[in-house]
């Protein structure tokens, strides 16, 4: 009893202020920008906050035929490009593929997808999208935080995005994308890719979504890449259930074909 | 490619198209765009499921029943269109257009159906 107390007397000196903020908040220390008792963990008190924002209710699906154009590459990622292009083109137009068709394509093409809705769900602190492109969820940190020093960063299919408001506008800084994902037609970028997104609704029609995004990257691009996608909303429309590995009858082969079943 | 029964121009791509920023489950570039079959069926099973549902059905070519998978968009992007999950059933005789693999297997991309009650949905003819 005696050795027991004594060693929770040194476990509890041991702890700085930062080490009971640790056990208050559970196990997780507040992220960069954010003190103890702020951020979305603590939302409660703040949902009144949420109706200033515009409205987003609905799901909405990407308006086809937009028009990105190609990014403009250089160095390495230039040569591997058109290796890339000139393998293709020798294989019928086919993109071999290094992974399953039921693994998604992350930042920033997954907000680009024609076939699977999005909705946004505002909540204190965060906007959540829900896509339904492999049932992904994404997560824009609005209270406040800052990215992570990008080397400690583990690199994710969607990256580490914060955002905030201006006016009814969305902006939404990414990054720490994993740099195996092509962000445009066959197109890679490196660890240090940067992606910014403007979200508002279109000024004349409220029922349609605009996505502004800008992407940059000192290694890969010559010049900022922009694609702006639009989308258009559905009130009562809902996201489907997705689950590849039930209905997965489009394999890759050793090779990289893509099959059919 | 002994089922093509009658090939015909193709009139629209109803389908995904195969560019960014349209991106899809996979790339469309296993199908040729460019032809659209007419395939006199019945349906064998109806697969309303992401990631793509599916139509498999049975073509009565010179006295054998070849087995055709045809594959469609989602069932979110179908049920805009007019599509439900009850749109068909086993046995159901219908006529389907569908853009081909290339490759010659007896599978392709959901263009079209024209109904038993002669219905119609998608790009026909």
């Known amino acids: 009893m005696k050795r027991t107390s004594l060693l929770l007397f040194a476990c509890g000196a041991a702890l700085t202020t930062a080490g009971l903020a640790h056990a208050q908040s559970g196990g997780s220390l507040p992220p960069e ?20 924002l515009p409205d987003w209710g609905g799901v909405w699906f990407l308006n086809r035929g937009g028009n990105t154009g190609q990014p403009k590459l ?24 290094n992974r399953s068709n039921c693994s998604p394509p992350g930042m920033p093409r997954i907000m680009q997808l024609a076939q699977y809705p999005y909705e946004f769900i505002f909540a204190p602190g965060r906007v959540t999208v829900n896509q339904e492109a492999w049932m992904q969820t ?9 990215h992570p020093p990008l080397e400690e960063l583990d690199p994710t299919y969607m990256g580490h995005s914060i955002g905030h408001w201006e006016g009814d506008t969305l902006v939404v800084d990414t990054i720490g994308v994993l740099d195996t994902l092509p962000f445009s037609n066959g ?14 609704l279109s000024p004349d029609k409220p029922d349609t979504l605009v996505n502004e995004m800008l992407m940059e990257d000192p290694d ?26 039930e209905n997965n009858r489009n394999p890759v082969s050793l090779n990289g074909e893509t099959e059919f079943e | ?17 195969p560019l960014a920023p349209a991106q899809a489950h996979h790339s469309y570039a296993m199908f040729d765009m460019n032809k659209t079959l007419e395939l006199k069926a019945t349906v064998t099973r109806f697969k309303w499921q992401n990631p793509h549902a599916f139509i498999e059905v049975d073509v009565p070519v010179k006295g054998q029943v070849e087995r055709w998978a045809i594959e469609m968009t989602s ?26 693999l290339r490759n010659g ?19 026909i003819g």
């Open chain 2, 75 to 100: 069932p979110n992007n179908l049920q805009q269109s007019g599509w439900k999950r009850t749109s068909l059933k086993t046995g159901d005789k219908v006529t389907i257009y569908v853009h081909p």
């Open chain 1, 138 to 146: 994404r997560t824009i940190w609005t209270d406040g935080r800052e």
């Open chain 1, 33 to 52: 920008g954010l003190q103890e008792g702020q951020g979305a963990g603590f939302a409660k008190g703040h949902y009144a906050e949420l109706d200033a």
């Open chain 1, 220 to 245: 890969a691009l010559a010049e900022p890449f922009k694609v702006t996608v639009t989308y258009r909303r559905d009130r009562y429309g809902v996201l489907y259930e997705f689950q590849c590995s």
């Open chain 2, 1 to 17: 490619m002994k089922a093509i029964i009658k090939p015909l121009l193709v009139l629209a791509v109803l389908a995904p198209m």
């Open chain 1, 74 to 97: 250089k160095g390495d990622y230039l040569t591997n490009w058109d290796a890339w292009r000139a393998e293709v083109a020798a294989n019928n137009g086919v993109e071999k593929r």
């Open chain 2, 105 to 123: 297997s007896k599978g392709g991309s959901y263009v079209g159906i024209r109904f038993a009650d002669g219905s119609t949905l998608g790009q």
């Open chain 1, 187 to 200: 197109a890679l970028h490196s660890d240090k890719f940067h992606v910014t997104e403007r979200l508002h």
